[in-house]
């Protein structure tokens, strides 16, 4: 079993900056992929940026450039760091893990980007 809390989320101007956690517990020797997904009403979910175990990374083409995933091993944390954000990133921002057999999601953490 894989457990994921993700945190972060907030109310945010459009233009500002917000940084989300994934805090990681429990078997997570055999995880070969992290992502960060996220769903707005009515919208269906998405794949926003994705790390593998060796670090390679991947990103929606909405968000290329303003957001940035990485994790840490050690701590068994991922973070996305998103900036320059918009109010169409509005959304509940979903944490992701994959494995061999099996995949896990956190219970998601709302990004709200308004004036």
């Known amino acids: 079993q894989v457990q994921l809390v993700e945190s972060g989320g907030g109310l945010v101007q459009p233009g500002g900056s917000l940084r989300l956690s994934c805090a990681v517990s429990?078997?997570?020797?055999?995880?070969?992929?992290m992502g960060w997904y996220r769903q707005a009403p009515g919208k269906q979910r998405e794949l926003v940026a994705g790390?593998?175990?060796?670090?390679?990374?991947n990103y929606a083409d909405s968000v290329k450039g303003r957001f940035t995933i990485s994790r840490d091993n050690a701590k068994n944390t991922v973070w996305l760091q998103m900036n320059s954000l918009k109010p169409e990133d509005t959304a509940v921002y979903y944490c992701?893990?994959?494995?061999?057999?099996?995949?896990?999601w956190g219970q998601g953490t709302q990004v709200t980007v308004s004036s």
């Open positions: 790390i593998t175990s060796g670090g390679s990374t």
């Open positions: 992701h893990a994959d494995m061999v057999l099996s995949h896990y």
């Open positions: 429990g078997s997570i020797s055999n995880i070969y992929h």
